[in-house]
């Protein structure tokens, strides 16, 4: 089962930062959160991970809480082609294969 | 540079045939995951590859599906007699290595329907 529990859906106006939160309350200390996104019939795409420092790229910011159990995506300047499905997800420890996905986060866009 | 493409696309097949799908990983790239997407769910892990041997199978729903990738690079996901639960979107990720950092990027998948 996912380590991890995100809302199922969130709106963002376009051009306005979205914040997607993730809890991950059983995460262990070797563990990594990881972010995709899916969008619609496409593969998940790689977003950004972090172990225990907040992490910035050319696509998102990630903010891990200092306890580790939670964490969040920022998209800083939403557009309507950031609607998606967000997954977070945790690995690592026992298990260095495979990811295990949830059900994400579907984030809506509007103009 | 590439990214890791999958072939075909799209794939109908009736109950009970073969099928074959195919990945072609990121050139370079050590390890290869093979995952099943039911409609309205998150990407359910099958089986990885490290080199050429399955590293991890355990997601595998049966007997019906295999997975080979003989020299270490491209693989096929093999499933016989098909049924129509095995319609799913089939998505292929790789990546540098096994390590817990190591990113994996994926394939956009090939979509399976079982008539």
């Known amino acids: 089962d996912a380590k991890t529990t995100q809302p199922p859906s969130m709106d963002c106006a376009e051009g306005r930062a979205a914040n997607l939160p993730c809890n991950h309350s059983?995460?262990?200390?070797?563990?990594?959160v990881y972010w995709y996104r899916q969008i619609h019939s496409q593969g998940p795409q790689y977003i950004i991970h972090?172990?225990?420092n907040n992490e910035t790229n050319e696509m998102a910011s990630l903010i891990i809480t200092e306890d580790r159990k939670s964490s969040t995506l920022i998209l800083p300047h939403a557009t309507l082609r950031d609607t998606a499905v967000y997954y977070c997800?945790?690995?690592?420890?026992?298990?260095?294969?495979?990811?295990?996905f949830g059900k994400g986060t579907k984030l809506s866009v509007k103009p | 540079g590439a990214g890791v493409s999958q072939t075909p696309s799209n794939k109908v097949t009736e109950k009970g045939k073969y099928v074959e799908l195919r990945c072609d990983p990121i050139?370079?790239?050590?390890?290869l995951y093979w995952y099943r997407q039911s409609l309205g769910q998150g990407p359910e892990f099958l089986i990885y590859?490290?080199?050429?041997?399955?590293?991890?199978d355990s997601g595998l729903p049966n007997d019906r599906f295999f997975a080979v990738r003989p020299e270490g690079s491209v693989s096929t996901l093999k499933i016989q007699r098909t049924e129509r639960g095995d319609s799913a979107v089939y998505l292929c990720?790789?990546?540098?290595?096994?390590?817990?950092?190591?990113?994996?990027?994926f394939g956009p998948g090939t979509r399976l329907t079982v008539l």
């Open positions: 990720a790789s990546s540098p290595g096994i390590r817990v950092g190591d990113t994996q990027y």
């Open positions: 059983t995460i262990s200390g070797n563990e990594y």
């Open positions: 972090g172990l225990k």
């Open positions: 997800i945790v690995r690592g420890g026992g298990s260095q294969g495979n990811l295990i």
């Open positions: 050139s370079g790239h050590t390890a």
């Open positions: 590859f490290q080199g050429t041997g399955a590293a991890d």
